[in-house]
Each structure stands twice: as structure tokens, then as C-alpha cells.
């Protein structure tokens, strides 16, 4: 398929609308496979602009006499308005953007054609290798190993080649548990806490189903975590459903650990929304903040309508929960929710950064986000296909990432010289996860980068982030390393709604 | 039960006025935010506080609580454990002791409830509070703040406006001061003619004069008009005000009343303007609603921040209920209209409400604070509250209830004007020269009574009681202290913080935020755990440090050079300074214990977490009461860690350990985290 094919009409003049602050550009405008882009002519002093059309989420069109206006709601919340001269050129290229802006292949997206200055290919994909943090772990304790039983991605499709398991068990009994988990997710290290000796470990479900079923070898790797922590160690399985849906999920196969088959293990429930409903109260929010006609008092009932604020409270406090149990109780903490690849990082992310010094450095935030959610097998392409404006929903998109990035700020609104990043890196990462020319955020799994060959043939955005200039704006002037834990309050009072990013740029600029 | 205070407790010398107080032992003083923590401690009554002393021996925490500050005391259901007594206070703070026997707890409240309604203003403690300056001292601090010089610094008296002496010994109106400003063409005459046809003789008189284009903002209280009745003199003097700015041919006439309340006020022979029978106004209601409706609003805002464990919907769903955020938008909007019509209109400005003392003056100090960058600096604040509020009369007695009064009278007026302020320095984080510690000191002591600055109800009983020659200063006393108030941030070269603040233009909900460092500000674990302020003025102190350090370091190199000259004798180097070691781990006292994030984890019989220094907020130590004040926890924060930073010598290096490390488990593991 050639992108020509798509594009009915290449260029049209045009007026540019970006928000009350910038002024309006006049031009004319481009469309190639990838880009949108308004030359401003050659006597002009403005530079060339330029959108990614991945990044459009919405696209609404009016028709005048003489002229179209496109409306285009991006997925990092911008609006834009566009005024084109010629009804049949707009109305053309407003087709021809919904068309390129929803191309679901991968290999001919943009980060495959991306080839910026000053980069090489491949340079920062070996960054962070799941041996770089096992070396990590590897010298605070003897008890773990890296296996690389899913080398050929056949035990656990949504792993990495290497995971790092307890030194105890091996490569077959790890095959066997991990058919006793839903996608072949078994229980493998997150986080070892040094001071504490303990780890956190996450997993799926357990297909325990109707019958409850039990697994040997997934009961003998959970006893060998507790054994590597210390003798008579005790664990915490945090499931991020409700008791009565983990219940209810045996229905389906599913289920949650039996108590008997699992000594030393105790099971607590946080329900942590997920899903659907998580991606409602983002779209509810985001209409919230961009209507503009309401007194404050309806806005806040908006506020609260959207529910978003008590999902960040939760999501906030399982992880404390997880992080408090660790490093309080001395116990181990496994997490899972169903997949284990959602709700199940956010919480095992949350918890290493309030834990772990190291993770809240701008290196080792980084490494924090490609281990635990790039890595670990987040589906960041079915998650955010869509963001709060597009009508065209599946069911698969969830902002559980965004969630995560506005946790991390509330962690950074309380401890303001904790982290050594600013809000500016969370902005790229939220960015970047929905439409980006890096291929960092692309594919579901390691696996699907591996076919789609993303390592060698796109750029990762560490890179681009990591190349002095970009550094510099992303850094928190206020870093003061800081050893401790950092326990965030999660009294409502204390949680803030983040007006970062989105906000503003929602602002109305007047009917011209 | 009695006992002679002095001896028992370790008294600062300042409290000298006690009498025989009430002592009761093991009473327990119980966390909010987890009731299952509670301290065991003593409770003193002195004449002037209430004092909490904890029995923990290492700690021997302490919270003071002024009785003037006691807002409400309620006596609960005797339990089990004993009798509960719930006091809250006009700071915010909620104090929940549990005394074992109920005879006590009775006694205790019989006692509270007196103390916590004085009648006569002798009983004050700014009459027995004496900080041990002499009488020189005390006549200087009330000097600081002069409003002759303020009123000069505006540009006045000009072509336009000239101070007047009508009101000498307070015969026209006896809320106003003596000294005013009023157009130059309103003669006595037309004054007095016009007082007569303005509610408690509050005639039209000069707030801020913006020399920049002559538009000005006046303030006076509502006219007597009724449904018809005129007044001459009182068009002549808005004529006066329209004839002092030669450069609009209108003014503006804001009645910052609901438009219903304004003509409900006609049937009583009051109401608002005519258009008809004024030349050249332009008459605007904007809406503020009145102290009844102000008081509900904050009770029940306070209902909410009180909620044990709520959900998020509760708490948004009460805050939105309290319409608290929606009445300071108010409040704002009334400020921004005006400041736009006198900086971009070029036009001046009357306004008033029911008496002009409540609305009036909230709206005339936030339309200031926008226009005027001087009003944003510490003095120039001080200057304002004293401009726009001490003496216009603001009834500080009566809407604070420093006496026992009529508690339909008591109002969070200048609460909410001091919130306004913390909601544009939200937005400008760069425009104000004083921080938040700043507004929070200020609050507290328009209740503490502490200071003789907001006593009374006007100018001329604050003559009559002597307040000058008997209490001295707040002002005198944040100036001393003028280093904690400092906003590390301010700029005042700036394009955005030089003259008129601009708001958005563009209605926007989320400018107005739920202010928890006021409301919730002694539940110190709400509040974030490190203070930015705090540590950027640590890092500027330090950067002074090392600059003086540098500069007498290069003129001692100079010398020695000089006497290598002399000498022509190859010396061993001068050693360096000593290593600088940055502010990093310093911040390890911000240590702080997880809250219960859940309950389940008790289910292991383990230790619990230890939650120690969440409480300090709450609990004032012995060290801090020597410190500047005794009341405010604000400067005893204990847990920032940023407060050790200042102590430090800039080439310490290693120093030693905070002072609170032995107190809390949390230091003992930074140690461990770190070794």
C-alpha cells in the first residue's frame, strides 16, 4: 500500500489555530504519509510546523461557502483548528487525515522512517537489558538467577528473553507454572529491596477455575521466594481485583491462590479499576476540564463525577500497601490482577519508586518505566490507540499509563526534591506513549518488537530524551538525593488534580 | 487538681502571668488522621493556654493552644476509656483529648468555656503578653507601618485630592479614621451632606489612588435611599470623585451585593444608587454574599475536612457543596473587574456594600493587590491589611469574636480575603515578596489577640483603650522575623509580577484550589513532605555564606600575596576551604512513616509502623516555644529537615545529626538506608 494512495489532496492554503497564546499561522499546508505541515512561505519568519498525524485523535469538519475548518484533538489533549481555503480541498484533506492518522501496521509507521541528526540506531537499546538490572540484584543477593527459559518468547509471550526467578527452581518447573498462569505470566522478580531482603514479585491470575486447580511447581516457586528471602519469611499476594471478582473469575478459568496450597502466603484484595471504565473517567475528565461554560461548583461535582482523582488514590495507596509490607513487615509482596499486565505495573512500578532511591534518578526512572512497563509487557499499542477524544473506541484502550505518570507527580508534588525529574519528562513519556517518532512505546511485547525488528530499525526515545539539550529541560532543579522511602499521603486534601499538561492548552481561543 | 504552674511545667519566662491552673494527668490526646494513635500526657489550664504535655520521657511533646484561639468545645459521650472533649480552634486546629474521669472532663470544660469568652478587653493576652522590649522598642514598632507615608508614596495630596480633616475627633463618622483622603472639590459641606445620606455615615473616601492615569478607587457604605429619596451633596461628592480623574467622563458605582440583598435593603430605607439621579455613573452589582451565608459556607467546608477517612466523592461533593470556592471566585472577580477598570479603563471606582466594612473591604484590597506591585511586598502588605481594613474600621472584634459577642455577627471575612491572596500567589508564584508561612502567621493572629493590632471594632476604641501604649505590634514582630517569611521566588523585575496582575480572561474552574496548608495545616502529614520554600532560602543563605566566605578569603590571598612580594618566600599553599558537601542527604529528617494505607496488615501480629513524627505538627517542643512564637507550629517544623540545613555551616561538611534524630525510629534508618 502506497501512503499516495491515501492522500486525495497534498497542499491547500490555510490558517492555523494553536490556542490563546500563539499566534494564528497562515501558509500553505502539506500532507505526506506521516506529517501535516504548514509552510508559512519564504518571506515569513515562523518556522515550518509540523504534526505528527498519529498524534490526531479526533477529527471534526465544517464546511463553509468557500472555505472548510477541521478540528483536530490530538492525543496529548492539544486542539488544533485549521481554516482551509476550498470547501473540496478540505473536506479532502480531512479525509485523507482520518485515513493516515489510524494506520494500525507498525512497520510503516513513522519511527521506521524517523532518522534524526545526532543519533545513531541502536544506540540506546542496550540501555537496559534485563541483565543490567539482575547484575543489580545479583550482588545484593545470591538467591535469585536469570533465566532465559522464554529465549524464543514460546513460555510467556508478553516477556522478556530473560527474567529473573528464584536460583532454586528451574528452567522446566518455570514452563510448567507458567502454563498455570493466564498468558504463561509467572511469578518473576520486580524489585528486590536490599535493606529489607525482600522482594517483590508479580505475576497473572492463577487457572485455578471451577475445579481449583492447583500446580506444584507454581507452589514450589512461590515457597522458594519466601526461602530466598530469609527462613520463615512471609509473603502478601496483592490482587488488584475485589474478592468477588477474583471469584468470579474461576468461572472463566481464572482464579486466585488457594490458602492451603500456598504456606506462609497471605492474600489481601485492593480493587484497582482497570479497563473500560478507567478509560470512561478519563474521557469524562478531560470533557470536564475542556467545558469552560460551568460555574466552579458544577465543575467540581464534574471532578468528582469523573471519579479519575479516587483511582489515583488508589492506585497510590495499593502501592504504599505493597511498598509498607516490604519494608515494614519484612514480608514479600506478590502482585497480579487478571493479565498481570496492567493495574499489576502499576502497582509494582509505583511501589519501587517510593522504595528505591535509585528509581526516582532520571537514569534509573527510565530504566523503571522500559523494565516494568515496556519489558514487563504492557500493550502499550492496544492501550493507546486512542486517547479521550476519538469516537472510534475498541474496548482494549485504558490510560493506566497516564494514571501511573500522574501517580508519580502526585509522589513528586509531595516530595518536590525527592525526584530528579521535573513534570516535563512525565509530559514527553504521556506523549510519547500515544503518538511518538521513537519506537520505545511501540508494539504490545518484546515478542512483537522482536518480529517488527524495533531495536534495530527505529530510535529509542532514551536516546532521544538523553541528548543533553532535551536533559537539561527535563531535570528537577530542586534533586536532592533523598535515601529514604518517600510515603505519599493519601488523604484527599493531600492529592492535587494535574493540571500539567492537558489543561490549559484546552483553553478556548475565541471565534475568529 | 490545682497546682502552681511554675513549678511543675518548664515555663518560658514570657507567660509570668499565671494563676493557680488546672492539672489533670493521663489524659489522651488522640490523632486524627489515625485514631488508633493517641498520645498519654497531662493537660495544664494556664490563665492564657491550654498546654498538652506528652509523658513520653524523650520527647515530652507539647502543644499550646491559646484560649483566645478556642473556637468551639464540645463534651461527647463518656466511653469506656473515659470522657471525650473536642475543641476546635479558630486556626483550624482540632484538638481531641480523652480524660479518664468525667468530673474532671467537666471541670475542665466548665473552666475552657469561660476562659474561651472573655468580656472585657483587659483579658486579652496582648495586656499580659510582654516580649520583653522596652518602651522605646514597643513605640518603634508601631511606627513601622505609617499611613501618612503611604498615602504620600501613592502620589497624594496632588491637584486632585487633599487630605481632609472633617472627620478630626471622629464627629461625622466614628468608623472611619481622622485622617482621610477626599477630592479636592467636595468641600466640609458636601461631606457631611453626603455622610448623612450613607448608612452609619460612612461617606465616599479614598482607598488607592493609581497615579498613573488619576483613576482611583473609593469606598463608602450603602446610600439611604430607599425607593426615592436623594441627597445633593452625595451626587455632588460622586461628581467630586468623577471631577478628580480628568480623564474619564464617568466612574464606576460597584455594589458588591447580590443584586435581591441590595433591593431588599430599599424597604428599610437604605438600597443603592439611582442611575437616574447621579450624572455620569455606571452602577454594577457583582454578587458577594453576605457574613451569614460566608460563616455556613466555611462550617460546612470545615464539616468536610473533618470527615474520618471520606471518599473522594464525598470530599469533592462536600467541597462543592460548601460553595466555599465559588464565593472566593467572588470575591476575586470583584477585584479583577475593578482593577481592570482603574489600570486598563482608566476609570475610577465607588464601592460599597451594606456598611463597607466586610465586602468592601475584601474587594478594595484584592483590586489593590492586582494594581499595585508594592502592595505584594511584606511591608507593602502590612500597609494594605492596615489601610483597607484597621482602619476603615473592619470590626475585628465582633467577626472574629475576640470578646464573648453575638456569634451571628462572627464571619471569616479576612479569611477570605487572605485566601484570595494565597490563590493568586498560586498563580504568580513570583509576584509576591512574603510566602504562605507569611498569610498563615497573619491569620493566626487576627485570632490569637496576641498583638494589639486587631483589637476593637474601629480606630476610635483602639484610641480610647490606649492599644499603642499597652500592647505592642504584630507588624513589628513578622518584620524582626522577616527571614521566614521570605518567598525564595519572588521577582520583582519581572514582565509578568511588574504592575497590574493579569488574570486569564477566559473563565476558568480549576484557578481556584482547596487551600489544605490553611485548613488542614496541623494534620502535618497532608501536607507535602518537603518544603521548597524552606529549602531554596536554606540554599540562598548558604550561597551568601560562601560568597562572604570567598570574599574574605581573595582579600586574605591579596594580603599574603602582598607580604610574598615582600618577602620573596615561596610559602606552602593556602589551604583550600574545606569541601562543601551539598544539601542532599540533609533531607533525610523528611523521613516520615506510611500512614495506614490499609487496615488490613494488623492481621500480622507485627510491629506497627512506627508513625512517631507525623504528630508534630500538632505538638509544639519546648525548643521551639523559645523561638520567635509559641503558637505557631509552622515554625517549629521539626520534620522539613530543611530547618537543619540553615544551621549548618557552609564548610561543616559532615555535620551532626539533626536534633530530633533521637526521638524518631525514621533517622535511625536513614543511617541504615545510607550505610
Redesign the interface.
Known amino acids: 500500500m502506497e501512503f499516495s494512495d491515501l492522500i486525495r489532496t497534498g497542499r491547500a492554503q490555510a490558517k492555523l489555530l494553536r490556542g ?1 497564546e500563539a499566534p494564528p499561522l497562515r501558509g500553505t499546508l502539506c500532507l505526506t504519509g506521516h506529517h501535516l505541515l504548514l509552510s508559512p512561505g519564504p518571506q515569513a519568519t515562523s518556522e515550518l510546523w509540523l504534526l505528527l498525524l498519529r498524534s490526531v485523535d479526533s477529527i471534526e469538519k465544517r464546511v463553509a461557502s468557500d472555505s472548510g475548518t477541521i478540528t483536530l484533538r490530538c492525543k496529548d489533549l492539544r486542539v488544533l483548528q485549521l481554516e482551509i481555503e476550498g470547501v473540496e480541498a478540505s473536506l479532502d484533506i480531512a479525509r485523507s487525515i482520518e485515513a493516515l492518522s489510524s494506520l494500525e501496521s507498525v512497520i510503516t509507521s513513522f519511527p521506521f522512517f524517523y532518522r534524526p541528526k545526532g543519533l545513531r540506531l541502536g544506540d540506546a537499546w542496550h540501555f537496559h537489558p534485563p541483565e543490567r538490572y539482575y547484575k543489580r540484584v545479583a550482588r545484593e543477593t545470591n538467591a535469585w538467577r536469570l533465566s532465559e527459559v522464554n529465549e524464543d518468547f514460546s513460555v510467556c509471550p508478553s516477556y522478556p528473553r530473560a527474567v529473573i526467578v528464584p536460583r532454586s527452581v528451574d528452567d522446566g518447573a518455570l514452563a510448567r507454572s507458567a502454563r498455570f498462569r493466564q498468558g504463561g505470566r509467572f511469578p518473576v522478580l520486580s524489585y528486590h529491596h536490599a ?1 529489607s531482603g525482600t522482594v517483590l514479585v508479580r505475576s497473572s491470575q492463577p487457572l485455578t477455575g471451577p475445579q481449583k486447580r492447583r500446580c506444584a511447581e507454581d507452589e514450589e516457586l512461590l515457597r522458594a521466594v519466601l526461602l530466598g528471602a530469609r527462613p520463615g519469611a ?1 509473603g502478601f499476594i496483592v490482587d488488584t481485583r475485589s474478592s468477588q471478582a477474583a471469584k468470579q473469575a474461576r468461572m472463566t478459568g481464572g482464579g486466585t491462590e488457594a490458602k492451603a496450597a500456598y504456606p506462609g502466603w ?1 492474600r ?1 484484595h ?1 480493587p484497582l479499576e482497570r479497563g473500560q471504565p478507567l478509560q470512561e473517567s478519563f474521557v469524562r475528565l478531560v470533557e470536564a ?1 475542556g467545558d ?10 464534574r ?2 463525577g469523573c ?1 479519575w ?2 483511582h489515583v ?1 488508589e492506585a497510590l ?2 502501592a ?2 505493597a ?3 516490604m ?3 519484612g ?1 514479600c509482596i506478590l502482585v497480579h490482577g487478571a493479565e498481570g499486565t496492567d493495574s499489576t505495573l502499576l502497582v509494582t512500578s509505583l511501589a519501587q519508586l517510593i522504595l528505591d532511591p535509585l528509581s526516582r534518578t532520571m537514569a534509573g526512572f527510565q530504566e523503571l518505566v522500559e523494565r516494568e512497563w515496556i519489558q514487563a509487557g504492557h500493550p502499550f499499542q492496544l492501550r493507546c490507540a486512542h486517547s479521550a477524544f476519538s469516537h472510534a473506541r475498541s474496548k482494549h484502550e485504558a490510560p493506566t499509563f497516564l494514571l501511573f505518570l500522574d501517580c508519580v507527580w502526585q509522589l513528586g ?6 525526584l530528579e525529574f521535573g513534570e516535563g519528562l512525565l509530559l514527553a513519556l504521556f506523549e510519547h506513549a500515544y503518538a511518538s517518532p521513537f519506537g520505545t512505546f511501540l508494539c504490545n511485547s518484546e515478542k512483537e518488537r522482536c518480529l517488527c525488528e524495533v531495536r534495530t530499525r527505529t530510535h529509542s526515545l532514551w536516546s532521544g530524551l538523553n541528548q543533553p539539550k532535551e536533559r537539561r529541560k527535563l531535570r528537577n532543579p ?1 534533586y ?18 494535574w ?1 500539567g499538561d492537558p ?1 490549559p492548552q484546552l ?2 481561543w475565541g471565534a475568529s | 487538681m490545682v497546682f502552681s504552674l511554675r513549678k511543675h511545667s518548664p515555663q518560658p519566662e514570657k507567660y509570668t502571668l499565671l494563676l493557680e491552673g488546672v492539672k489533670v494527668e493521663n489524659v489522651r490526646l488522640v490523632d486524627r488522621i489515625s485514631s488508633k494513635k493517641a498520645a498519654l500526657g497531662t493537660l495544664y489550664l494556664t490563665a492564657t493556654h491550654v498546654i498538652f504535655v506528652e509523658n513520653a520521657p524523650d520527647t515530652r511533646k507539647e502543644t499550646w493552644i491559646l484560649h483566645s484561639q478556642i473556637s468551639t468545645i464540645e463534651k461527647q459521650a463518656t466511653a469506656a476509656t473515659g470522657c471525650p472533649l473536642l475543641i476546635r480552634c479558630k486556626n483550624f486546629q482540632l484538638l481531641q483529648l480523652i480524660i479518664p474521669q468525667e468530673r474532671d472532663c467537666h471541670d475542665v470544660y466548665i473552666s475552657l468555656i469561660r476562659l474561651a469568652r472573655p468580656v472585657k478587653y483587659e483579658e486579652l493576652y496582648c495586656f499580659s503578653f510582654n516580649p520583653k522590649l522596652d518602651k522605646e522598642e514597643r513605640e518603634q514598632g508601631w511606627m513601622l507601618i505609617d499611613l501618612s507615608e503611604e498615602y504620600k508614596r501613592m502620589g497624594l495630596p496632588n491637584n486632585y485630592w487633599q487630605l481632609s480633616d472633617v472627620n478630626r475627633d471622629y464627629r461625622v463618622c466614628d468608623s472611619y479614621p481622622t485622617e482621610l483622603y477626599v477630592p479636592k472639590s467636595a468641600t466640609a459641606h458636601i461631606i457631611v451632606g453626603s455622610s448623612k445620606f450613607r448608612s452609619r455615615r460612612r461617606f465616599p473616601a479614598l482607598s488607592y489612588y493609581y497615579r498613573d492615569n488619576h483613576a482611583s478607587i473609593c469606598r463608602s457604605s450603602q446610600p439611604l435611599s430607599g425607593f426615592s429619596a436623594r441627597c445633593l451633596e452625595d451626587e455632588q461628592m460622586l461628581q467630586a470623585i468623577r471631577k478628580a480623574n480628568p480623564g474619564s467622563d464617568f466612574i464606576y458605582v460597584v455594589d458588591t451585593r447580590p443584586k435581591l440583598n441590595a433591593m431588599a435593603n430599599r424597604a428599610a430605607g437604605k438600597g443603592y444608587e439611582n442611575e437616574d439621579n447621579y450624572s455620569n455613573i455606571k452602577f454594577q452589582f457583582i454578587g458577594i454574599e453576605n457574613i451569614h451565608v460566608m460563616r455556613n459556607s466555611l462550617q460546612k467546608m470545615l464539616e468536610v475536612c473533618e470527615l474520618k477517612s471520606p471518599s473522594m466523592s464525598d470530599f469533592l461533593w462536600g467541597l462543592e457543596n460548601s460553595g466555599w470556592l465559588r464565593h472566593i471566585k467572588a470575591i476575586m472577580d470583584a477585584g479583577i473587574f475593578i482593577a481592570k477598570a482603574v489600570s486598563e479603563e482608566g476609570v475610577s471606582v465607588l464601592v460599597h456594600c451594606s456598611d463597607g466594612w466586610d465586602r468592601t473591604a475584601q474587594v478594595c484590597s484584592v483590586a489593590s493587590l492586582l494594581l499595585d506591585p508594592h502592595y505584594r511586598t511584606l511591608k507593602g502588605f502590612m500597609v494594605l491589611i492596615e489601610k483597607d481594613w484597621i482602619s476603615f474600621g473592619h470590626k475585628f472584634n465582633h467577626r472574629y469574636g475576640n470578646l464573648d459577642g453575638d456569634p451571628k455577627e462572627i464571619s471569616p471575612v479576612i479569611d477570605q480575603f487572605i485566601e484570595c491572596v494565597w490563590q493568586l500567589m498560586e498563580q504568580f508564584p513570583c509576584a509576591f515578596e512574603f510566602n504562605e508561612r507569611f498569610l498563615i502567621h497573619i491569620q493566626h493572629h487576627i485570632y490569637s489577640c496576641q498583638f494589639g493590632n486587631f483589637l476593637c471594632n474601629s480606630q476610635k476604641e483602639r484610641q480610647e483603650l490606649k492599644i499603642q501604649e499597652r500592647t505592642y505590634s504584630l507588624w513589628a514582630h513578622l518584620w524582626k522575623n522577616r527571614a521566614d517569611y521570605m518567598n525564595p521566588l519572588f521577582r520583582d523585575d519581572h514582565s509578568q509580577t511588574r504592575g497590574t496582575l493579569r488574570l486569564p480572561t477566559t473563565p476558568c474552574n480549576f484557578l481556584y484550589k482547596f487551600w489544605s496548608g490553611m485548613y488542614n495545616r496541623f494534620e502535618k502529614g497532608l501536607q507535602p513532605r518537603q518544603s521548597v520554600t524552606d529549602y531554596l532560602m536554606a540554599v540562598k543563605e548558604e550561597t551568601q555564606q560562601l560568597e562572604e566566605e570567598r570574599e574574605a578569603l581573595e582579600e586574605r590571598l591579596e594580603k599574603i600575596q602582598k607580604v610574598q612580594l615582600n618577602h620573596t618566600k615561596v610559602k606552602a599553599k593556602q589551604s583550600e576551604p574545606s569541601k562543601h558537601s551539598g544539601f542532599s542527604t540533609s533531607d533525610n529528617s523528611t523521613a516520615n512513616t506510611p500512614q495506614d494505607y490499609s487496615g488490613n496488615m494488623k492481621s500480622f501480629p507485627s510491629r506497627s509502623p512506627s508513625q512517631g513524627d507525623e504528630d508534630s505538627a500538632l505538638i509544639l517542643t519546648q525548643d521551639n516555644l523559645k523561638s520567635s512564637d509559641p503558637d505557631l507550629s509552622a515554625n517549629s517544623d521539626q520534620e522539613s529537615g530543611v530547618e537543619d540545613l540553615s544551621c549548618r555551616s557552609p564548610s561543616g561538611g559532615e555535620c551532626a545529626p539533626s536534633e530530633d534524630s533521637g526521638k524518631d525510629r525514621d533517622s535511625d534508618e536513614a543511617v541504615f538506608l545510607t550505610a
Do not use: H, M, Y
Not at chain 1, 292 to 301: A, E, G, V
Not at chain 1, 413 to 418: A, E, K, N, T, V
Open positions: 490563546p535493606p512471609r497471605k489481601l485492593r476540564c469552560l461554560q460551568q460555574s466552579t461548583d458544577s465543575w467540581l461535582r471532578l468528582e471519579c482523582l479516587a488514590k495507596s495499593t504504599c500497601l511498598a509498607q509490607g519494608e515494614r513487615e514480608a508534588r509531595q516530595f518536590p526534591l525527592s530542586l536532592a538525593p533523598n535515601p529514604l522511602a518517600i510515603w505519599p499521603s493519601v488523604e484527599l486534601q493531600s492529592l492535587r488534580l493540571q489543561l483553553l478556548p
